[in-house]
């Protein structure tokens, strides 16, 4: 019998290689990796309003939200959210990977086809994978090859007894591009499949408030079409969380066959009497979503002005694509030597090694200046070495 042990340190070993190890570190300098893209986890107004209420709320929830972890403040955001995005109801739950997880596997099953994005997020491809449902890749962004794979299936089950899922991020956190959501949805009009769309990078920086892409590319009758919607609290609005948005049957469906949801420890109460106050905030952010999307302009011209190779990128999150592990580890650990907080993103997460570059609103031109400066340098040293 082999030794487990011995296998880890095989496995380990292999790693290291390849240049693909990852360690838990504490990073210092200026942030241009996470996902905090309003500012409002150290906002000095969600700060205070923390101060105000951390004496009424217990430290934990104390159990899941169907026994007793449930409080009024996670009813009322639910309630808060789903207005606000115009939904018909909202299921909060403890992470954004719980949302995607837990609601592919309930509404999808061996009986199902779904078709996913090839680049889509790991909570929704592992959420397909334990559902047992038929997973048909399509092409990142690929509408084209959707429909040709939709028509397949078509021929394949004419009576349409399988039932038919879509699901797609509206703006891809490694690629930081999205898919034509019009286009999508004359598609659902078409084939009739199930909509799923994980507005988790998009919600608080597009649209009218920050409400997400699709009420920037959508009118509200499309909007509405939409089965299911997932956002999270730990990006735009500072915090941690998910949120699922749909029809009231949806919301009771789930609460009651999610296992994600009915089997995990309920969010903290302050999170979601936090996420309500964030929310207040969000609305009324609209110079500070300006300004982000204006340097991210900048960036984009400037690292391509000085030859740098990016994704197509449409939004705040712009790749910078590499040959190597090792020069995108060189890259990295160089720019947190000058005080630049970018991190190096490597397979299996990616197919082309790169760096992350995400900007957030409290940047400014100076520090995209900076950026770009120390990435020429950098490359100079990397090719001399």
């Known amino acids: 019998m082999a030794n487990h042990w011995e296998e880890v340190q095989k496995k380990l070993d292999s790693i290291h290689e390849k240049q693909l190890f990852r360690e838990t570190r504490i990073y210092q300098g200026i942030d241009f990796c996470s996902n905090d893209y309003m500012g409002l986890a150290t906002n000095p107004s969600m700060l205070d309003f923390f101060q105000s209420q951390k004496d009424i709320y217990p430290f934990g929830s104390t159990a899941s939200r169907l026994v007793r972890g449930n409080s009024a403040s996670m009813d009322r955001f639910e309630r808060e959210f789903a207005n606000f995005v115009e939904g018909e109801a909202a299921l909060l739950v403890s992470t954004g990977f719980t949302a995607n997880f837990g609601l592919l596997d309930s509404i999808a099953g061996p009986d199902c ?3 996913t994005d090839r680049l889509n997020h790991a909570s929704i ?10 997973k048909k890749y399509y092409n990142h962004l690929d509408l084209i090859h959707l429909r040709s794979l939709l028509e397949k299936v078509d021929l394949e089950d004419p009576s349409r007894n399988k039932k038919r899922i879509v699901v797609t991020e509206s703006l891809f956190s490694m690629d930081g591009d999205s898919p034509d959501l019009k286009s999508l949805l004359a598609l659902k009009n078409e084939f009739g499949f199930v909509l799923v ?3 988790a990078h998009a919600f608080g920086i597009y649209g009218p408030m920050g409400k997400g892409l699709v009420f920037r590319d959508l009118d509200h009758k499309e909007i509405q079409s939409i089965d299911y919607r997932v956002y999270t609290l730990g990006k735009s609005l500072g915090l941690e969380g998910g949120i699922i948005v749909t029809k009231r049957i949806g919301r009771d469906h789930l609460v009651n066959v999610m296992r994600s949801f009915i089997f995990s420890t309920a969010p903290l109460p302050m999170v979601s009497e936090l996420a309500s106050f964030a929310l207040s905030l969000l609305g009324s952010m609209d110079k500070e979503r300006k300004n982000l999307l204006t340097m991210a302009e900048e960036l984009k ?3 391509k002005q000085n030859g740098f190779l990016i994704t197509n ?6 790749p910078l694509l590499l040959e190597t592990e090792k020069e995108a580890l060189f890259y990295a650990a ?4 000058a005080g ?4 190096a993103i490597r397979p299996p997460t990616v197919p082309t090694p790169r760096l992350r570059i995400s900007l957030n609103t409290k940047l400014n031109i100076k520090n995209i200046h900076r950026l770009v400066k120390e990435l020429v340098l950098v490359r100079e040293k ?4």
Do not use: P
């Open 382 to 385: 990397w090719s001399s070495l």
């Open 340 to 343: 630049l907080d970018v991190r």
């Open 301 to 303: 011209q400037s690292l």
């Open 113 to 115: 086809y779904v078709f």
């Open 334 to 337: 160089s720019l947190q030597e």
């Open 125 to 134: 491809l592992d959420g397909i994978r334990i559902s047992g449902a038929k």
């Open 313 to 318: 990128s449409t939004s705040h999150i712009i």
């Open 197 to 199: 769309l994980d507005e």
